[in-house]
């Protein structure tokens, strides 16, 4: 599909993300000399069963985010239709990803990460007053500017008041960040938000999320699972208060976590001591030039990247694939030589010179355009730590229905009822599981992905 030029009033620039349904450009209003983020939804690419409910769904974030204005949250301008697009104008935040921050193992300082919660909380507090419950606060929803200042994004499921788009028994939210309510389809309000916030805190604090693993074991050690006090695991000091508020934020019923955001952030003053900012005053902000990262290797590479390179290796190498995926990272500058380092390992001329193309953009639509190296053609061992021999190359494994309903009720997780249909276009496109699995993740988000192909029973693993 050809990219817009305008919508609306709005003239396009550029494509600055891509999601299940749409891309988000960075456009101009013309009117007030504007820049603005334009979230689209392109209906003629919904399934007729489902296209009122989505597009009530994207219409409710514009009127969620819209009835919302505060310096932490993200600005909603205007809601429209232009042919076959559903668009949202908002506020055009020039920042960063939380979980951005995360995936490079940022190392926040306390206070620093006093101020987020602090900013964080306001928003919130301000919405919830509003009668709006965000319902999927995470890391990739929260923006950084360069100043420090926090953005709270996507209220794309939100609740307004009574609201009847998400009902009791629709399970929506990002596993690991959803309250227990949540996970198991009850009814919840604005104290499961807060105990998304519990969850990012603890994350701020410890480097890892206190639940983590497959879909099943994420939502069983929510509901039912002790939580490690983050004092154990933290990479940073902070007053030891601080572990009764994060076991106070993530209590498994709502009646015992704080009440109103309001509550928390007078908890986290009072636990936070000289850390905390003073009471009152102008929207809290902090300098991000002493946030410590890890260095930033040309050879470092996103999870969802290095598992989808895993995934699509093992059909040749079998379970060697993943020991040569981190081997062929720490040796390659980006994701072209990655490519072409682990094609080294295919003995099909043919299927080598493919796999290398799945570092192409015209390929694969997301990574650095290059060609097969001359190691790669010559068959010369580039990664040379394991030796190959005796490798023997597995067949593609037939995809099947059940396989397809299986990963289409762990896809349904991150794109709710769409993943229906987005399932079924793959199934309609692919050969095999491995590409079947591949298609899919494409629709859900670089922040997410890697979980979810965790989650994905692997298509070639063998039979007992």
């Known amino acids: 599909m050809t990219e817009p030029t305008r919508l609306g009033k709005y003239e396009i620039e550029r494509v600055i993300g891509k999601g299940a349904m749409g891309v988000v450009y960075k456009a101009r209003d013309p009117h007030i000399e504007r820049a603005v983020a334009i979230k689209t939804v392109r209906k003629d690419v919904l399934d007729a069963d489902l296209a009122a409910s989505f597009l009530a769904r994207f219409r409710n974030e514009a009127r969620a985010a819209g009835r919302l204005s505060h310096p932490n949250i993200i600005g909603v301008y205007e809601y429209g239709e232009a042919d076959d697009i559903a668009y949202i104008a908002m506020e055009y935040v020039d920042g960063t990803g939380l979980r951005e921050y995360l995936n490079r193992k940022a190392r926040f300082e306390f206070n620093q990460i006093v101020a987020i919660l602090t900013q964080l909380l306001a928003a919130l507090d301000f919405a919830h007053a509003q009668g709006v419950v965000h319902r999927d606060i995470k890391p990739a929803n929260l923006i950084l500017t360069s100043a420090g200042t926090l953005k709270v994004a996507d209220f794309g499921i939100a609740r307004v008041d009574a609201s009847n788009l998400t009902m009791t028994g629709m399970v929506m939210g990002t596993p690991s960040y959803m309250a227990p309510e949540q996970c198991q389809g009850l009814p919840s309000d604005h104290r499961a938000d807060l105990f998304s916030v519990g969850v990012v805190l603890y994350e701020l604090l410890t480097g890892v999320k206190p639940f983590d693993g497959s879909i099943e074991s994420i939502a069983y050690r929510i509901c039912h699972g002790d939580v490690r006090p983050p004092s154990s695991l933290a990479q940073v000091s902070f007053p030891p208060a601080i572990d009764g508020l994060v076991a106070t934020a993530l209590a498994k019923r709502p009646e015992d976590r704080f009440q109103h955001a309001r509550a928390f952030h007078f908890a986290l003053r009072l636990a936070a001591g000289d850390a905390a900012p ?66 080294d390992h295919i003995d099909d001329a043919k299927e080598r010179e493919r796999f290398a193309r799945l570092g192409v953009p015209e390929a694969s639509g997301s990574r650095p355009a290059t060609q097969p190296t001359a190691a790669s053609r010559s068959g010369t061992r580039s990664i040379g730590a394991l030796p190959t021999a005796g490798t023997r190359t597995r067949a593609p494994r037939p995809l099947e229905q059940s396989f397809v309903d299986r990963t289409t009720a762990r896809l349904a997780v991150y794109l709710g009822p769409i993943a229906r249909v987005v399932a079924r276009k793959a199934a309609q496109q692919a050969h095999d599981c491995d590409e079947f699995v591949r298609l899919v993740a494409e629709h859900i988000g670089t922040q997410e992905r890697d979980t979810f192909l965790r989650d994905v029973e692997a298509p070639d693993k063998p039979e007992k």
Not at 305 to 334: K, N, S, Y
């Open 278 to 343: 003073p009471p009152g005053g102008e929207t809290t902000v902090m300098n991000l030039a002493d946030v410590k990262l890890q260095a930033a290797a040309a050879h470092t590479f996103d999870d969802a990247l290095l598992a989808t390179a895993e995934r699509q290796l093992v059909r040749f190498v079998g379970p060697m694939a993943r020991i040569l995926v981190r081997q062929a990272a720490a040796h390659a500058q980006d994701a072209r030589a990655l490519y072409a380092l682990l094609a």
